[in-house]
């Protein structure tokens, strides 16, 4: 996902008393693990960092409020990881900036969903009414097969990972698309008719998952590109240590319950092996590079 600039509201959310009490004795400062995530006020985050330090690992999150920081931060080494993006996303920031982050742990996949404030079904969307999209290019296209699939809009294309706002058929559509940055879509609901929200964004909103008037299938194998990663540089992709935080994510009962419990249960757990979603990422990018 490449969202376009915005000022970045990162505060750093370090591990609290509990996450250098006893657990971590003899753990310094040098060997803490710093993750970048959208949303690290999310509940099941501290259960992760208590987990992380029962092992003896000192996690410290950083939040971000803007996605076009948390790759560039584990690039240049400000960040160990990052969990807060797809694969598309991923093989599209590759791409667009030559670099080389890998995937080395799956999280959950999501489902993407049309939420509104204003009507109380799809039907009740007026002709020529306006939807909001998250603006980046890889939410922007799944967001638009979510219209498509909605009957709110038609896509020449059919409906790809590469739509865009070109390939809208306006004769045959319902509705009205304009574009925003992914984290202003769900705050937009009071001047649009309906809004495409990024699951990151939902329950900052005071939406519920069960709101939304339409969602995609993320158990569908065409969603595989949708799957959330753990990432990191190429180079540190076998680190005992980053791959021990993987599993505890993929395994760990409380920190899987509050994942869930903070989706709505809509999220589809995952722990797809690293030589899969890397299989995944690399036909992406093959088809990115190929557009």
């Known amino acids: 996902m490449t969202v376009k600039k915005r000022g970045l509201l990162a505060a750093s959310v370090t591990a609290l008393a509990l996450a250098a009490s006893t657990a971590l004795a003899g753990c310094s400062s040098e060997d803490t693990v710093t993750i970048g995530v959208v949303g690290a006020s999310d509940p099941y985050w501290q259960t992760f960092v208590d987990a992380a330090a029962e092992e003896g690992i000192a996690v410290e999150l950083q939040d971000f409020t803007d996605y076009n920081q948390p790759n560039p931060a584990v690039s240049e080494g400000e960040l160990d990881l990052n969990q807060f993006q797809h694969i598309q996303y991923l093989a599209d920031y590759n791409v667009s900036n030559d670099d080389d982050l890998v995937a080395i742990g799956a999280t959950a996949i999501y489902p993407l969903g049309l939420f509104s404030t204003q009507h109380d079904s799809l039907e009740d969307i007026p002709e020529g009414g306006t939807v909001a999209v998250p603006q980046d290019p ?94 990191t540089r190429a180079e540190d992709a076998d680190d005992p240590t980053y791959l021990k935080l993987v599993e505890i994510y993929q395994t760990n009962e409380e920190v899987q319950a509050g994942v869930l419990e903070n989706s709505g249960d809509s999220a589809i757990m995952l722990d797809t092996p690293a030589e899969e979603l890397e299989r995944i990422r690399t036909e992406v990018e093959d088809e990115i590079r190929a557009q």
């Open 138 to 231: 890889t939410n922007r296209a799944r967001a638009l097969n979510v219209l498509q699939e909605a009957g709110l809009i038609e896509l020449t294309d059919g409906g790809t990972l590469f739509s865009t706002p070109a390939e809208i058929d306006e004769d045959a559509s319902r509705v009205t698309v304009t574009e925003m940055d992914a984290s202003f879509t769900a705050t937009s609901l009071s001047d649009v008719d309906a809004a495409v929200v990024n699951n990151d964004f939902v329950t900052d909103a005071g939406l519920e998952f069960d709101e939304a008037l339409f969602q995609d299938d993320p158990g569908a194998e065409s969603a595989q590109p949708f799957i959330n990663i753990f990432a």
